[in-house]
């Protein structure tokens, strides 16, 4: 409990110093690198936050095959914050999906789940930092995750794109996967 606690202030102090320097410099910085092991890193989140959450099933089909050109610990905290908000606003019982390809030169990475529709209002405003929809929930973060996701999809020259319609939300990353 001691470990996971500390684990979650350290998260939520790189959050706030993402943030900042976000706000400051333009963006979140990354190197871009060429990666062959993206899907093993990828499944580690995957299989992080099972260990996390043993409650709930996480499905995965992870085929990213060959080389992408990323950074690579960028990439598993966008999955990692995109997984913590499905876990935590979807619906218990309900499977939380996740799915990585890379098709046509372009990388994608969707996590999907079942749950309240979010309402088009609220949408646009998920990305912004420090926005939560819902007061009734526990606060266990400062309400940074979707937009430091946000950030990081911008700063590989991709983007982050949500749809939510009949009980399914789904998150999808996109970004050239090819060197730039």
Same mark, same amino acid.
């Given at each position: 409990? $001691? /470990? !996971? ?22 963006? $979140?910085? +990354? ?7 993206? &899907?093993?890193?990828?499944?580690? #989140? #995957?299989?992080? =936050?099972?260990? %996390?959450?043993?409650?709930? +099933?996480?499905?995965?089909? $992870? ?6 050109? =990323?950074? !690579?610990?960028? #990439? ?14 979807? &619906? ?6 996740? +799915?990585? !390809?890379? %098709?046509?030169?372009?990388?994608? /990475?969707?996590? &999907? ?30 309400? /940074? ?7 990081? &999809? ?10 939510? !319609? ?12 090819? /060197?730039?």
């Amino acid at each position: 409990t $001691i /470990l !996971r606690s500390g684990q979650r202030i350290a998260r939520m102090i790189d959050d706030v110093l993402d943030f900042a320097r976000g706000r400051l410099g333009g963006g $979140i910085a +990354t190197e871009l690198q060429p990666v062959d092991d993206l &899907a093993d890193a990828l499944a580690q #989140v #995957v299989l992080e =936050c099972k260990s %996390e959450h043993p409650q709930r +099933t996480i499905v995965s089909d $992870i085929a990213v095959a060959g080389t992408v050109w =990323c950074n !690579r610990d960028r #990439v598993t905290q966008l999955l990692s914050n995109l997984l913590a908000n499905a876990l935590r606003y979807g &619906a218990a019982g309900t499977p939380v999906r996740v +799915t990585a !390809r890379v %098709e046509d030169g372009t990388f994608r /990475l969707a996590v &999907a789940n079942e749950g309240e529709t979010i309402a088009p209002e609220k949408l646009g405003k998920l990305f912004q930092p420090y926005w939560r929809d819902d007061d009734s929930q526990p606060r266990r973060g400062l309400g /940074l995750g979707l937009y430091i996701a946000s950030e990081i &999809a911008h700063a590989h020259g991709g983007m982050l794109h949500v749809v939510s !319609r009949d009980r399914h939300t789904e998150f999808t990353y996109s970004a050239p996967a090819g /060197l730039r």
